[in-house]
C-alpha cells in the first residue's frame, strides 16, 4: 500500500512539474502585450513602457522568469496582479470560495440525478423507461452549457422571477449557475452509471446470489451497486476537474464572482501571474481530487493495491 501512495505522490509532483511550464509557456502565447494593457494611451512612451517591462520581469530571459515564479510558488507567493492593484493571494482568497460553493452544489445535482436516471434505465432496460431516460441524458449532454444558461435565466429569472441571476452567491442566486454547471455532466453520468450496473449484473456472484433465493433489492444493493460503484468513484474524479473549468463559463454567463470569471479578465488584461496562479490551482485541485480517488480504489477493490 506504501509504494502505491508513493507511486500517485511522484506522479503528482511530475504533473505539477509539467503544468507549471506548460502554463507558464502558454499565456505567453496569447497575442497582445500586458505593458500594453496597463500602460493604455501611454503605452506610445518607450521609455515608460521599458521602465515597466523591467519592474513587472518581462525584460529577462523566459527561464529566468519562469525560475522567479516557481521559486515564489514554493513560498506561497503568487505574485503581484498589476491589472487589479493587489496581490493574486488576495484576489484568489476572495473569489475561490464562490467557485467552491458552485463546483460542489454542481457535482451533487450532477451525481444525484445521474446516479437516479442511470439507475431506472439499468433496472428497466429495453422499456420505455430506459429509453425517456437515456434521451434525456443524451439531450442535455448535448447542449452548450452558456446557452443552457441563458434559457434557465430566461424561463427562471425573467419570465418566472423566482432566482436570482446577477452576481450574488446566496442560495436563490445558485441554484441557476449550479443546474446550469450539472445538467451537461449529469447526462454523462446517467450513461455511464446504466452501463456500470448493467455489467455489474451479469457477474457471477450477483448470478449466484439471485439463485439462492436472495430478493432482488437486496442482490442489486448487496452485490450490482457496490462493483459499479468503482468505476463511479472514477467519473466522479474526472468531472471534478470538468465542472471547475465550466465555471469559467458560467460564472461569465451569469455574472457571478469565481475564480473562473477572474481567469477570463486577467487573460483579457493580459495579466500573466493572475492567469498562471488560477490555471495552477486549478490543475492542482483536479489532480489531487484524483489522488484521493486513487486512495478509494484499494479501499473497494483490494486487488489494485497489490498491482
Known amino acids: 500500500m506504501s509504494s502505491y501512495v508513493l507511486r500517485r505522490i511522484l506522479a503528482i509532483v511530475a504533473l505539477a512539474f509539467g503544468i507549471s511550464v506548460i502554463v507558464f509557456l502558454i499565456i505567453r502565447l496569447i497575442p497582445g502585450d500586458p505593458v500594453a494593457a496597463l500602460l493604455g494611451t501611454g503605452a506610445g512612451d518607450k521609455e515608460v513602457a521599458s521602465r515597466l517591462r523591467a519592474q513587472l520581469g518581462l525584460d529577462l ?43 460542489i452544489a454542481g457535482l451533487a445535482v450532477s451525481l444525484s440525478f445521474g446516479m437516479a436516471l442511470g439507475i431506472l434505465a439499468a433496472v428497466k432496460r429495453n422499456r420505455a423507461a430506459d429509453t425517456a431516460a437515456m434521451t434525456v441524458a443524451l439531450t442535455f449532454m448535448s447542449i452548450p452549457s452558456f446557452w443552457l444558461g441563458l434559457l434557465l435565466i430566461l424561463a427562471f429569472a425573467v419570465t418566472l422571477p423566482w432566482f ?51 430478493s432482488r433489492v437486496q442482490v442489486f444493493v448487496r452485490h450490482v451497486l457496490r462493483n459499479a460503484l468503482l468505476p463511479i468513484l472514477t467519473i466522479v474524479g474526472l468531472q471534478v476537474g470538468q465542472l471547475l473549468s465550466g465555471t469559467v463559463i458560467v460564472e ?53 493495491a497489490s498491482r
Open 61 to 103: 530571459p523566459m527561464h529566468v522568469q519562469y525560475l522567479q515564479w516557481i521559486s515564489a510558488l514554493f513560498h506561497g507567493d503568487f505574485g503581484y496582479s498589476y491589472g487589479n492593484q493587489q496581490s493574486v493571494t488576495s484576489l484568489l482568497a476572495a473569489n475561490f470560495p464562490a467557485t467552491i460553493q458552485l463546483t
Open 164 to 214: 436570482d441571476v446577477v452576481g450574488g452567491t446566496s442560495l436563490k442566486g445558485l441554484v441557476l449557475p449550479a443546474t446550469t454547471l450539472a445538467l451537461g455532466s449529469m447526462g454523462f453520468n446517467a450513461r455511464f452509471v446504466r452501463s456500470s450496473i448493467i455489467a455489474a449484473q451479469v457477474q457471477r456472484h450477483v448470478i449466484t446470489a439471485r439463485a439462492k433465493g436472495i
Open 252 to 304: 461569465t454567463v451569469f455574472s457571478r464572482p469565481g475564480i473562473g470569471r477572474l481567469l477570463v479578465q486577467a487573460i483579457l488584461a493580459k495579466d500573466y501571474l493572475t492567469v498562471q496562479a488560477v490555471v495552477f490551482i486549478i490543475a492542482g485541485i483536479y489532480a489531487l481530487t484524483n489522488f484521493i480517488v486513487d486512495l478509494l480504489y484499494p479501499v473497494f477493490d483490494p486487488r489494485v
